[in-house]
């Protein structure tokens, strides 16, 4: 029965919600069933618990993950030749593929008891990242089986049976997997899929079996060229009702041989000029039995719920890894580049125009390097952080291209001409894949990243939208009438919040005892008091129509993914104990992202449809007010963190090179590491007033020292060069290219 206050107060809300509030599709609703909230609920929330952030486990390696990355991992980077694999092989050696297999890099996520390596989240983003750093066409082909595809949703929903049979195959690389999701017609909209199965009798291994008749076009697969077992989905029909339900299933995803009659791969698409296997794949009635359905006829119209549940885990890892060793080889090369590069005089990296981009590689490489940590310590705890996902996503990917833009802009002329030492180009040109692949970022930004965590970390949304679904209406009312008084509750303490935060201008609110930073931990309780405001206002004035004000939701989305990145930076300091010299970097990634919330909600109110809750918004938010980010001097500061060799630089660029660089990158290290052991005999003579040879002379340096010196002189005459090429090398890499002397016109 329901309550005197449903049936008088909450009744007309209750009609109005049941038009207002938007309606969940079915394949929307198996989206947000599939994943979970975590830390992005409580910056939701408006009134963040940081003692929950605090308490997050740091991850860390198991001597076997250690010794992992230092061994085979390490080995496997000495192996890689990028030139050759992206611009003469167009493929991996087969040595590396054999390599691969014998130490099952393709079954790092599958458990120990089917023969895999059964790692953690936080080991297999270490491999990535590692040889992300060495090559991109050697990490995707290694990411890949470890992420979305027929693995991990075996391990997740494969009958006993499917992962006996197939899991061991995997995990020793004797099946070799790939993931067939996109099509011509359906690339972010899944359901737009045609690929179509139909529910039919055929023969399979010589008897008649009740199965499915398979017929598909897919396009951009990786592992597709080469892959020996297809991962499909498609839409199931069963038209003569032999499943006993409806004639439309939906999507399912199965397992597909791919030396079947009809199944046709090994056309490549070639990505960027990265040449890791990818290609398109068709089927034309090809036949499978209904034990090929992953997880059996029980998850047949399931795939939806499947592919989201299973791209969580992908989306958190494998491209965040692949930007992070983008943006930290950025920020390592950058800062020594700067070093030892001169003009007019001095090292160009003490000209403010370098600083600018130093300053923001250090940030970067260092928030995004804890997002990173953070993300996997979730997923560690057996999360499936769907919306942090889609944020590690899109903004790893965001700022892996202007961290290449950034180091392309340092090395000027050196980053422009292409060949085995030029390290920088092979990322530039893997931009566009990030970008696109795993949920193109314009779709990520715009509808994921805030329409589905504004219902799932929302505290009452959800309740309310599952209320108003219940078809009995006094069970719905009831039931809304619940959620809709505890959302009342919620609103009115998250404007007090946001009254008091944002007109002290973030000098009260809750925060742990951190020190020089305690007053950054208040400022992002300000934004989230704010941040929580304004989106219930965007849902009580929108309703439905806020899913069609994808400039809003993307803006409201960016908002979330800075706390979301600033906090990981916290807690990354915090976890590092506090190191004074990390500091400017910390401070850095605060203004910047507090400028970038400010500007974001700004936007938001300028273009919130209904003017008087912008009004009102505005005035109890403040969000006004001066957006210049960092500082000048505190960009100059965080510069210097890369530009001088420390400690500081070792931590914010984390696991870099080493040993395996790129062709360049070992060049480049050992000039660094001359450069700044000669710097003080460099000093010496500049006081002097003398060159290497007249210092000699002189008596101002020992001979030891000028040899030294000249050392450097050579290897900082290696780093400046650039690759060239004679006519016969070129008609090599570029046949179109006639080998002939070039045309002189005369001089007269």
């Known amino acids: 029965m329901t309550s005197f206050r449903a049936r008088i107060l909450t009744k007309p809300i209750h009609r109005w919600a049941m038009k207002a509030l938007p309606q969940l599709s079915e394949t929307e609703s198996e989206a947000l069933e599939a994943g979970e909230v975590w830390w992005e609920a409580e910056l939701f929330s408006g009134n963040p618990d940081w003692a929950k952030l605090h308490g997050v486990k740091r991850p860390v390696l198991s001597d076997e993950e250690q010794a992992f990355l230092d061994g085979p991992c390490r080995e496997l980077c000495t192996m890689i030749d990028d030139w050759s694999i992206n611009q003469l092989d167009a493929d991996l050696p087969a040595p590396v593929w054999d390599f691969l297999r014998q130490n099952k890099f393709f079954g790092m996520i599958i458990a120990k008891d089917y023969g895999g390596l059964g790692f ?19 990490a995707v082909t290694v990411m890949v089986p470890n992420s979305l595809g027929p693995g991990e949703l075996l391990h997740m929903f494969g009958t006993q049976e499917q992962k006996d049979s197939w899991l061991p195959k995997l995990a020793r690389g004797d099946a070799l997997p790939a993931f067939g999701l996109t099509s011509a017609e359906a690339g972010s909209d899944a359901s737009a899929m045609v690929d179509e199965g139909v529910v039919e009798k055929g023969l399979w291994q010589g008897e008649e079996v009740l199965g499915i ?48 009659p009809g199944v046709e791969t090994g056309r490549r698409h070639i990505p960027s000029d990265t040449m890791f296997m990818n290609g398109p794949t068709t089927g034309t009635d090809v036949f499978i039995p209904l034990d090929h359905i992953i997880g059996g006829t029980d998850y047949a119209g399931r795939g939806w719920m499947m592919l989201m549940s299973a791209l969580a885990a992908g989306r958190g890892i494998s491209l965040p890894s692949m930007s992070c060793a ?127 965590g504004a219902i799932r970390a929302h505290p009452h949304l959800l309740d309310e939208m599952n209320a108003l679904a219940i078809k009995d209406q006094d069970e719905s009312l009831a039931a809304f009438d619940t959620s809709f008084w505890a959302h009342v509750g919620h609103t009115t303490r998250t404007v007090f919040r946001a009254l008091g935060r944002g007109w002290s201008g973030g000098r009260i609110g809750p925060a742990p005892d951190a020190g020089p930073v305690t007053d950054i931990y208040r400022q992002l309780a300000r934004w989230s008091a704010a941040y929580a405001l304004t989106a219930d206002m965007a849902f009580l004035t929108m309703g439905g129509a806020l899913k069609r004000k994808e400039m809003i939701s993307g803006r409201m989305g960016d908002i979330l993914s800075e706390m979301y990145i600033l906090s ?54 403040v969000p006004g007010g001066s957006v210049a980010g960092p500082s000048d001097a505190l960009s100059e500061d965080c ?97 179109r290219l006639e080998t002939r002397e070039p045309q002189r016109e005369a001089a007269e």
Not at 120 to 133: D, Q
Not at 331 to 348: D, E, V
């Open 120 to 138: 953690s989240a936080y080991a297999h983003s270490e491999v990535i990242r590692l040889i992300s750093t060495r090559s991109i066409a050697a």
């Open 213 to 260: 008749r398979l017929n598909w076009s897919k396009r951009y697969i990786t592992l597709a060229p080469v892959c020996t077992v297809l991962g499909l989905a498609f839409q199931l029909r069963d038209p003569d009702g032999h499943l006993g339900g409806e004639a439309d299933i939906g999507i399912t995803c199965a397992l597909v041989p791919t030396d079947l």
């Open 326 to 452: 983008a943006i930290a080889l950025c920020a390592h090369t950058s800062g020594a580049y700067a070093r030892i590069r001169q003009q007019f005089g001095l090292p160009i990296g003490k000209f403010g125009g370098i600083q600018e981009r130093l300053g923001r590689l250090a940030a970067d490489a260092y928030a995004l390097d804890a997002a990173r940590r953070l993300t996997c310590a979730g997923l560690d705890e057996g999360r499936s952080l769907s919306v942090i996902s889609a944020i590690m996503k899109a903004h790893a990917t965001f700022r892996m291209r202007s961290a290449i833009d950034d180091a392309l802009d340092v090395h000027s002329g050196k980053a422009v001409i292409d060949g085995p030492s030029n390290y920088l180009l092979p990322l530039h040109r893997a931009v566009p894949i990030g970008i696109t692949v795993e949920g193109a970022n314009i779709v990520t930004r715009s509808l994921i990243i805030f329409g589905q």
């Open 568 to 621: 990981a930076t916290l807690k990354r300091w915090q976890d590092e104990g506090q190191q004074a010299a990390d500091l400017p970097v910390v401070r850095y990634c605060a203004e910047r992202s507090f400028a970038k919330i400010r500007q974001s909600l700004n936007e938001v109110l300028a273009n919130f449809p209904n003017r008087f809750a912008a009004v009102l918004l505005r005035a109890i938010t």
């Open 639 to 735: 510069a210097d963190l890369i530009y001088e060799a420390s400690a500081a630089r070792d931590r914010i660029l984390g696991q870099t090179p080493g040993g395996v660089a790129r062709d360049g990158v070992k060049v480049l290290d050992d000039c660094y590491a001359m450069v700044t052991r000669c710097a003080p005999l460099m000093k010496r003579l500049r006081e002097a007033g003398q060159d290497p040879d007249a210092g000699l002379e002189a008596g101002t340096i020992t001979q030891v020292d000028r040899d030294s010196i000249a050392e450097m002189q050579a290897l900082v005459a290696k780093v400046v060069a650039v690759d060239d090429f004679t006519p016969e090398a070129l008609s090599t890499l570029y046949p």
